[in-house]
């Protein structure tokens, strides 16, 4: 087995985040890796603003763009803290684009050993076992991943 250096933690704000931020940190804890924490900005929210934007004076997209990494920025640093993983080695990696493909080439760039993402993510479509990013990551990641299941999924296994 190849040592585990660097951790992506794949977080895109859902229910899911604390999860999968609290365990890719307690596994980078123990194993003594670099954390890294990836948030994608959906390329298809940027194309909407882009095509509203042609309509009216009342936004900049370039600007929204902006707000949404200072605003995401803020939540991921509360969360960092929240999940005791700030005195860990970590950086925070905003990304815009489609989400599997921007944390793919995170992987890549930042030499991850092992990705960490929820199972299901921001549109939690019942009944789908698995969410569409998270298979397209399984189908191609070069690195080993570490799926999470739905939120709460502790309290659920202790309860039978």
Same mark, same amino acid.
């Not at 307690?26 to 990836?38: F, G, T």
């Given at each position: 087995? $190849? ?5 992506? @933690? @794949?977080? %895109? ?21 670099? #954390? ?12 909407? #603003? ?19 990494? $200072? ?7 509360? #969360? ?35 990705? @960490? ?30 799926? #999470? ?9 202790? %309860?039978?």
């Amino acid at each position: 087995m $190849e040592a585990i250096n660097k951790i992506i @933690a @794949a977080i %895109d704000l859902s229910e899911y985040s604390r999860d999968v931020l609290e365990y890719a940190g307690n596994l980078a804890k123990c194993i003594k890796s670099e #954390l890294i924490v990836v948030n994608v900005i959906n390329n298809r929210d940027i194309d909407a #603003l882009q095509r509203a934007a042609m309509e009216t004076d009342a936004f900049s997209v370039k600007e929204w763009l902006s707000r949404q990494k $200072e605003e995401r920025q803020a939540l991921i640093e509360k #969360l960092i803290e929240e999940t005791g993983c700030s005195h860990l080695p970590n950086k925070i990696v905003f990304r815009e684009g489609v989400p599997f493909r921007e944390l793919l080439k995170a992987v890549d760039e930042e030499g991850a050993d092992l990705l @960490a993402l929820g199972a299901k993510g921001r549109s939690n479509v019942p009944g789908e076992l698995v969410g569409s990013t998270a298979e397209k990551i399984c189908r191609r990641c070069p690195v080993p991943i570490l799926s #999470l299941r739905s939120p709460g999924h502790k309290k659920i296994l202790a %309860d039978r």
